[in-house]
T-cell receptor
Framework: GESVGLHLPTLSVQEGDNSIINCAYSNSASDYFIWYKQESGKGPQFIIDIRSNMDKRQGQRVTVLLNKTVKHLSLQIAATQPGDSAVYFCAEKFQGGKLIFGQGTELSVKP | NAGVMQNPRHLVRRRGQEARLRCSPMKGHSHVYWYRQLPEEGLKFMVYLQKENIIDESGMPKERFSAEFPKEGPSILRIQQVVRGDSAAYFC???????????????FGEGSRLTVL
């Protein structure tokens, strides 16, 4: 069946360090993979997406890597800040716009 | 430029009552998606609607749940005869175009948190 899952439920990093959040997926039918950030009590916020024909995409302080061979997606956050503390979800987009979300990784940034 | 508006933000119902959750998409958006999030879990797709039409309801429970997106007014997610297991955060998202012809960016609301006593 379809599933998008995360390797680690929690990640704790020191402020200023780089963070890497990983995600494994099992269904290769999607054209898009997306990372969302969700702060406590709020809705998911789009961070970055990547097409399936790409293996890397960079944004501001964030980079998404896609390895289709092993069906693995990662989000790298450079110089992690306290404001980056949140739960991060990877999601796979299917035809019609439906998103299948992973369970989430909680990122905690220590000052 | 208001984002996706959901209300109520918090709703408490007793078992057997009805819950109605409303979602006003972003201006110019005609595609609405509803997701449910249980505590400590990811969001689960429920239903995708375009004005006056249900496009994909593959994630909707077969009983007690219904959704509509009328020509005028907000989208409504209705839960009849609520049970404790319905307690969750319900998120609405909207997009301007069909979700598969643009990027992955859906705009989410802040959610409606339903508690069933």
């Amino acid at each position: 069946g379809e599933s998008v899952g995360l390797h680690l439920p929690t990640l704790s990093v020191q402020e200023g360090d780089n963070s890497i959040i990983n995600c494994a997926y099992s269904n290769s039918a999607s054209d898009y993979f997306i990372w969302y950030k969700q702060e406590s009590g709020k809705g998911p916020q789009f961070i970055i997406d990547i097409r399936s024909n790409m293996d890397k995409r960079q944004g501001q302080r964030v980079t998404v890597l896609l390895n289709k061979t092993v069906k693995h997606l990662s989000l790298q956050i450079a110089a992690t800040q306290p404001g980056d503390s949140a739960v991060y979800f990877c999601a796979e987009k299917f035809q019609g716009g439906k998103l299948i979300f992973g369970q989430g990784t909680e990122l905690s940034v220590k000052p | 430029n208001a984002g996706v508006m959901q209300n109520p933000r918090h709703l408490v119902r007793r078992r057997g009552q009805e819950a109605r959750l409303r979602c006003s998409p972003m201006k110019g958006h005609s595609h609405v998606y509803w997701y449910r999030q249980l505590p400590e879990e990811g969001l689960k797709f429920m239903v995708y609607l375009q004005k006056e039409n249900i496009i994909d309801e593959s994630g909707m429970p077969k009983e007690r749940f219904s959704a509509e997106f009328p020509k005028e007014g907000p989208s409504i997610l209705r839960i009849q005869q609520v049970v404790r297991g319905d307690s969750a955060a319900y998120f609405c998202a909207s997009s301007r175009d069909r979700g598969d012809i643009n990027t992955g960016e859906l705009f989410f609301g802040e959610g409606s948190r339903l508690t069933v006593l």
